[in-house]
């Protein structure tokens, strides 16, 4: 497939990917990969807040934590939050799209105001709201971010579906008989599915920052729970002196969003001539 | 015989593509004289826009230009200052009339808008490499521009210049890119497939408008078609074209009647008339990136042979402003086309 | 005309989507909770300030009728008392709006100045050096957490160089108050030293928002450039020889201006987001830090007016974005 190898020949949307194998790879095996994988519940208070060295590779954390070895445990929670919540959001709002873009009827149009009241705020807002109220846990934050996501999608695809409902493709599969569904599922969908692939992609290192957010306001995972973005927000009080506290996980968290979004560049400028920008040909 | 305006002496022109080095013109040469209405005709992808763009000057900067010479009024336009070219020749001595007239404005700007920005820097009236539009020129100019837009038969010149060009009809655009083509009072007016994009029933309107007013102003038009009916409408003489060479170029009515070159009579008998059967011509367009050698229509010429397969024969004069560049040059009349 | 027809179709679309927001503020607040009169009073508080606020806010009452008189409410603007500083919620907000809002416009206003040209610039010049650093550059903006980006700022130019104030709007107070903005009121007033002051404060916090804004804004701008650099408008003005930086800077910008602007949006609704975190660090007096201290007393009141508050806020922004385009193309008309 040429558009495969397009892509394999884009270097930042391959680096991308290494970055994201990387990130699966380091959450499957954090165990054997880290120094000190008991760290990530139990607390050595005299090794508290020793810098990098030898030892402790990324230094230690207020409670004498290795921040190396939670931080690879840490992307078990973040590769979790990501991957559901993203999931989640785009199962509810794919098909809401279609179904809305499809029909034009009464219910379409509420589908359309229930989803614009959504965005009518921003995600991380609405998201802080649900989490404040549900209390700190991973499921909360998980059901918060999807909650406040789905309606993206759902206009999203909404736009898309309503402007292939005039293709000429679909008005031959309905006049042959085709029934709504096999039409959304078998013409529609695939005609929206590389858009949506893009998106889901660079929405992935998105939904990873608001968690992060999440987390660094204490509405995350609680301790002891690795949690990238409360990480970060412990270290507060240990700066300037413990600068690696705060550079590690915001590191970690760069890198991944980063490799998020160079493959879902790739992915776009592959998959999506439309997005494509500016023409070479002559 | 009038003076000759631009002569074109083995252009070859190439891109690199996705899929190798095309090489759209090979060795292409073409004379216009002063005054003269000229179609450039050929099926889509022989290279007749790439020529049109050649000789003004617009080519994508990835593209590669070779050649003997490409005069325009005494001067070789490959060897000239960029500058001077940008500056003096195009939109000045040289115009071109695009085939889209709607893509062709700028859709956030009124009409008025874009024939001042024309005339600012393209007006008779301009002194070379002036910069600031003062605004005794600024109204000499509209009273021009206003005069120009009646002379393309628009109503209303002034209404219609505070219009934005999505407030205005197909013809109508046209009209004004016709209009904004001659203000300048250009030497010659390349038009690419100006009435493609319109109804059918103005299509003759536009050509004899663009006739008139070429001959009225003493501009020669250099116009590609694919469509022989538009040539026979307005041209005095036509260039036909086949991936990326000039095959032949005659008066209208002897490149109509006798034509000597194969392809040109195949593509002549393969017009749909009322007596015969519709006629193709058998193959495929070849590949610009491994074209065939020498002659590349000869996979697909009747009356081919291996010195056709060797080289691309130079031009050679059949006729009084006859010139063909083919081997196997054949004097026969052609059924009445339905031209 | 038509214009102004559109603009009031707008108009009316906006009372259904604002409802809906307050039945959404109100189905998290009030119907999500188990017990709502508990979230509220905080989870210490004893049975005895539970059954009061149950009492006072009607919790008891059936959901419609609840949510009747909380529409009613925030009709009239009583978003509830805040339980940490006893005052009434929508004081604390209005107290707080400036604040937010002067580090907001100051990002934007820094971040088009410096993204517009370095994206047309950037698009001109694609695939050299230029292009390249900025594409790499833009990227990495996009993929840090604006949190981290502000305390790694912090770090920097607080800590280590000592160039700018770790925290805080102003040392001491601010000038006499006419806008709130403390730079405008400071020069209003001729008060240099005040405003220089202001602006030595402003400095982190007004970079931290403004940079992931100006990554977008390259994107978008060069992206748009790039696009319109292939239309048939821009090879017709250069086929007939008009000088390239005037189709440039007049014609082309004007198109991907178009294009960036229906990104403000986004960008509005990242820069509230990251108003959130960053003025949690540098301490801003804003509504962000507001929301955020809210969160950790628990004070309920507070965020969900909050939310609601800044729900409105968006849908205005987003409306007058509307109508920007609408005037700026005329196609849309």
């Known amino acids: ?282 | ?339 | 005309m038509r214009l102004i027809a559109m603009i009031a179709r707008r108009c009316l679309w906006m009372p259904p989507t604002l409802l809906g927001l307050v039945l959404l503020v109100f189905a998290i607040s009030h119907v999500i909770p188990s017990d709502p009169a508990r979230v509220m009073a905080g989870e210490n508080a004893p049975p005895e300030q539970v059954a009061a606020l149950r009492e006072k806010y009607g919790l008891d009452r059936p959901l419609p009728v609840q949510f009747v008189r909380y529409v009613a409410d925030v009709a009239r603007g009583n978003m509830g008392i805040s339980l940490f500083t006893q005052r009434p919620v929508a004081d604390d907000l209005l107290a707080r709006l400036p604040a937010t809002l002067e580090l907001a416009l100051y990002a934007i206003v820094i971040a088009v100045l410096a993204g517009v040209p370095l994206g047309v610039i950037a698009a001109l010049r694609r695939n050299s050096l230029l292009d390249h650093v900025v594409r790499v550059v833009t990227v990495a903006g996009l993929a840090m957490a604006a949190f981290w980006l502000a305390i790694l700022l912090q770090l920097l130019f607080s800590m280590w160089l000592g160039l700018t104030p770790v925290q805080g709007r102003i040392d001491g107070w601010g000038p006499d108050p006419i806008t709130g903005f403390y730079t405008l009121d400071a020069a209003l007033r001729g008060d240099w030293a005040t405003l220089g002051q202001a602006l030595r404060y402003l400095a982190l916090p007004t970079l931290t928002l403004a940079l992931p804004a100006m990554a977008t804004i390259v994107r978008f701008t060069r992206a748009g450039v790039l696009n319109v650099m292939s239309s048939n408008f821009v090879f017709y003005q250069a086929a007939m020889g008009i000088p390239r930086r005037r189709v440039v800077w007049k014609y082309i910008l004007r198109s991907a201006l178009i294009g960036t602007l229906t990104q403000i949006g986004l960008i509005f609704g990242n820069l509230i987001a990251g108003a959130v975190v960053v003025e949690t660090v540098f301490d801003w007096p804003g509504l962000g830090s507001f929301a955020v201290s809210s969160i950790l007393q628990s004070d309920y009141n507070a965020i969900m007016s909050f939310t609601l508050f800044i729900g409105v806020v968006f849908i205005l922004v987003n409306l007058m974005v509307d109508v920007a385009q609408a005037v700026l193309d005329p196609r849309g008309r």
């Not at chain 2, 115009?95 to 920005?117: H, I, K, R």
């Not at chain 2, 032949?248 to 070159?261: L, Y």
């Open chain 2, 1 to 339: 015989m009038q003076a000759e305006l631009l002569s074109v002496r083995d252009l070859s022109v190439s891109f690199a593509t996705e899929g190798g080095v095309a090489r759209v013109l090979d060795a292409v040469s073409l004379t216009l004289r002063a005054g003269e209405i000229m179609g450039l005709v050929g099926e889509s992808g022989c290279g007749k826009t790439t020529l049109a763009r050649s000789i003004l000057g617009a080519l994508p900067p990835n593209a590669q230009v070779r050649g003997t010479a490409l005069s325009f009024a005494g001067q070789d336009l490959l060897t000239l200052d960029p500058r001077v070219v940008a500056d003096r020749v195009r939109g000045r001595a040289i115009t071109f009339v695009p085939q889209d007239p709607f893509s062709a404005f700028n859709p956030l700007f009124t009409v008025g808008d874009q024939v001042t920005e024309l005339l600012r820097w393209k007006s008779p009236d301009r002194r070379p490499g002036e910069y600031f539009y003062p605004r005794a020129r600024r109204r000499a100019d509209r009273g021009r521009a206003l005069a120009m837009l009646r002379a393309v038969h628009l109503a209303d010149p002034p209404r219609l210049l505070t219009k934005y060009p999505h407030e205005l009809s197909g013809g109508q655009r046209q009209r004004v890119m016709i209009a904004m083509a001659l203000l300048p009072e250009p030497k010659l007016v390349i038009a690419d497939e100006p009435t493609t994009a319109l109804d059918v029933t103005i299509q003759a309107q536009i050509l004899k408008l663009l006739r008139t007013l070429a001959n009225e102003h003493g501009a020669s038009v250099l116009f590609t078609t694919h469509d022989l009916g538009t040539a026979w409408e307005i041209c005095d003489r036509v260039t036909v074209m086949y991936a990326g060479q000039t095959l032949e170029t005659a008066p209208i009515e002897a490149f109509v009647r006798r034509p000597m070159v194969p392809y040109t009579r195949l593509l002549l008998e393969s017009l749909p008339s009322r007596n015969a059967a519709l006629q193709g011509i058998p193959g495929d367009v070849p590949s610009l990136v491994s074209p065939p050698s020498g002659c590349r229509f000869h996979p697909r010429c009747p009356q081919a042979s291996d010195a056709c397969r060797a080289e691309h024969p130079a031009v050679s004069e059949q006729s009084a402003g006859h010139y063909v560049r083919c081997h196997h040059p054949q004097l026969t009349a052609v059924e009445a086309a339905a031209v």
């Open chain 1, 1 to 282: 497939m040429s558009a495969l190898r397009r892509l394999m020949r884009d270097r930042s949307a391959m680096l991308g990917l290494a970055i994201i194998v990387a990130l699966v790879a380091v959450a499957v095996f954090a165990t054997p990969l880290a120094t000190f994988p008991q760290d990530v519940t139990t607390y050595h208070p005299p090794n508290r807040l020793l810098p990098p060295g030898p030892k402790f590779w990324f230094g230690t954390d207020r409670m004498g934590g290795d921040i190396y070895s939670r931080l690879l445990f840490g992307a078990r929670i973040t590769i979790l939050i990501a991957v559901v919540a993203t999931s989640v959001a785009v199962l509810i709002g794919v098909p809401v799209g279609l179904v809305a873009g499809y029909y034009t009827n009464r219910v379409s149009d509420l589908l359309m105001r229930v989803s614009d009241v959504f965005l009518a705020v921003p995600q991380i807002v609405l998201a802080i709201a649900i989490a404040q109220t549900l209390g700190p846990a991973i499921q909360n934050v998980i059901l918060a971010l999807s909650v406040t996501y789905w309606p993206f999608w759902a206009r999203l695809v909404y736009a898309e579906t309503r402007s292939l409902r005039n293709e000429v493709f679909i008005e031959a599969a309905v006049a042959l008989g085709a029934s709504p569904l096999r039409v959304m599922a078998l013409h529609v969908l695939p005609s929206i599915a590389s858009s949506v692939i893009v998106r889901t992609t660079i929405g992935m290192g998105g939904t990873i920052l608001v968690a992060a957010a999440l987390g660094f306001l204490g509405l995350g995972p609680p301790p002891p729970t690795p949690e990238w973005g409360r990480m970060i927000a412990e270290s507060r009080a240990f700066l300037p002196q413990a600068w690696w506290y705060a550079a590690a996980p915001g590191i970690a968290i760069l890198l991944v969003v980063m490799g998020f979004n160079l493959l879902g560049d790739g992915l776009r400028d592959v998959l999506d001539p439309r997005l494509r920008r500016g023409g070479d040909a002559g």
